[in-house]
């Protein structure tokens, strides 16, 4: 199986030793050993650890899982569902590219629920939550100088659910996860990026200072800025690595609306602007 990293370590090595029985030592229900090969997957999908367009084979798996095929072929059935995978007759099965116009659905659910909350949370808020608001923060500062990506994550995570548990809404925290698979895919790879972190802590502490400050306004602008922020991170990201993503038909590269959305340009408008650009200086 190619990783497409060399500095990744084996990719199952963090898998369960015996994927085949339960803690009683009796065998588990084929569905119970797709589903939880399929969560493992997703996982490393979605943090980065297996990139875009890396193969998946279903005997190496087997092998690595010690299971039959069959529990991994019903897995890579489901993450296709998601777009996470892709299959290829004749050829088996890969980790899907980005689609950018996936990144950019997740982005507007994530920011109408989460701009909403923060809204709503701050008429009821408490000092006992600003002190619970800024332990987070202290947190998120201790990870970003340790460089630790992946429990910075979850401090991240913890900081926006947060916000939804205080606006009265805790359960609408799984339907922005549910929501935003290919979106992480792109924070997870961008937070390797240099400053990454601790620019989305700065972030992080615009918006908790403004809430804290009973700053309504404020605050949802300050939301809104940060999850807008992900629009720069595709561009870099597809500057960097333009094999990580999709490339539909028709669609070029990714661009932001002057409002602060976004857009794709198409290539036949691309191609338009420098056919003219090549005329302007032929008459010059």
């Known amino acids: ?44 999908i979605i943090s980065g650890h297996l990139l875009p367009r890396t193969m998946l084979s279903e005997h190496e798996l087997s092998q690595r899982f010690g299971v039959s095929r069959t529990p991994v072929r019903e897995a890579l059935i489901k993450l296709a569902e998601e777009n996470l995978v892709e299959t290829y007759p004749q050829y088996g099965s890969f980790v899907s590219p980005i689609t ?41 500062a201790l990870l970003e100088a340790a460089g630790d990506d992946e429990a910075f994550f979850l401090a991240d995570e913890q900081l926006h659910a947060t916000f939804l548990e205080l606006a009265g809404h805790p359960q609408a925290w799984r339907v922005v996860e549910n929501a935003k698979a290919q ?3 792109v924070r997870h790879l961008t937070m390797r990026l240099p400053k990454k972190l601790s620019s989305v802590v700065a972030e992080h502490r615009v918006i908790v200072d403004r809430f804290i400050a009973r700053d309504r306004d404020g605050a949802v ?42 857009e794709r340009k198409s290539t036949a408008t691309r191609r338009e602007g420098r056919t003219a650009g090549r005329r302007r200086k032929e008459q010059a």
Request: glycine residues 10%.
């Open 183 to 185: 979106l992480d895919r």
């Open 221 to 262: 602008e300050a939301m809104r800025t940060h999850l807008r922020g992900v629009f720069r991170s595709i561009e870099i990201l597809e500057r960097d690595h333009p094999d990580y993503f999709a490339s539909p038909s028709g669609n070029g590269r990714f661009r932001p609306n002057a409002d602060g959305g976004a």
């Open 1 to 44: 199986m190619t990783s497409g990293t060399n500095d990744r370590q084996d990719m199952m090595g963090q898998a369960p030793a015996q994927w085949g029985s339960g803690q009683s030592g009796v065998p588990m229900r084929r569905q119970t050993i797709g589903v939880q090969i399929r969560s493992f997957l997703r996982r490393e």
């Open 100 to 140: 950018i116009a996936d990144v950019l659905d997740n982005q507007f659910v994530r920011e109408a629920i989460e701009c909403s909350a923060i809204e709503r949370a701050i008429a009821g808020a408490t000092e006992e939550h600003f002190q619970a608001l800024t332990r987070i923060m202290d947190r998120q």
